[in-house]
């Protein structure tokens, strides 16, 4: 169940964004609000999970709020203006709805939503049991690989090189990308190309053919792109 929060300052697009909401089982409503400066009020005393937000607001506008939290939920942008879209995405929204929707693509943007909240759980520290911490063979001995210390995974025919936050000198062991990824948390990771596993949780930019951690650049290949912008954008 995803708690929600709208923000918007047209009374009919909050009915109907309530009345759309209402008949999705996996959302709940938490509060519904006219402006930028309640929404922050709401924030700071209820969890919320998703959030639709209109853009041009008095005071504050939608995207002046977004830019203002330094752990923002999920959002939705719901606004009259295509211009904002891009604006919008580079702040990594969920999705983008345009005055006036219908209920089928306000349905697959809250689906869109679900499946990165659920992601989101996955990859938290706090999802990441101790159980799936593993040893890995190097040089005759074994090393712990702690699975929330892990950046990314590089294969290199018969071998895996294993980079983590923790060293700049990755772990290199004699395995195949196939079978670390069945010790590693479903929904953790992402193959974002035949030769590369990377931690979800530790994306910070995608780009057409790649994602980065920091500055490094991992390749994306055309055969996972698709599969990686929708889960991920």
């Not at 929904?187 to 035949?194: P, Q």
């Amino acid at each position: 169940m995803m708690r929600c929060l709208i923000v918007d300052d047209e009374p009919l697009v909050r009915e109907l964004l309530e009345d759309n909401l209402n008949q999705v089982p996996f959302l709940k409503l938490v509060n519904s609000c006219r402006s930028a400066m309640e929404a922050l009020t709401i924030l700071r005393q209820e969890q919320i999970d998703l959030l639709f937000l209109d853009i041009q607001m008095p005071r504050l506008s939608g995207l002046q709020l977004l830019q203002s939290l330094d752990h923002p939920p999920l959002v939705i942008i719901v606004s009259a203006y295509e211009k904002y879209a891009v604006e919008g995405f580079n702040l990594q929204v969920a999705d983008y709805l345009l005055k006036p929707f219908t209920f089928d693509r306000f349905l697959k943007a809250t689906n869109r939503a679900a499946e990165l909240f659920r992601l989101k759980q996955a990859a938290s520290p706090s999802a990441i049991a101790k159980s799936h911490d593993f040893f890995v063979s190097v040089d005759y001995s074994l090393v712990k690989i702690v699975v929330e210390d892990i950046n990314y995974i590089e294969s290199d025919k018969d071998y895996v090189r294993i980079y983590l936050v923790s060293t700049s000198k990755p772990v290199v062991t004699r395995l195949s990308l196939r079978s670390i990824e069945a010790k590693l948390p479903a929904g953790a990771f992402i193959r974002t190309h035949r030769s590369f596993l990377v931690a979800i949780a530790k994306i910070t930019t995608i780009k057409r053919d790649f994602v980065c951690i920091g500055a490094t650049e991992i390749p994306v290949s055309e055969t996972f792109r698709d599969k990686i912008y929708r889960i991920l954008k």
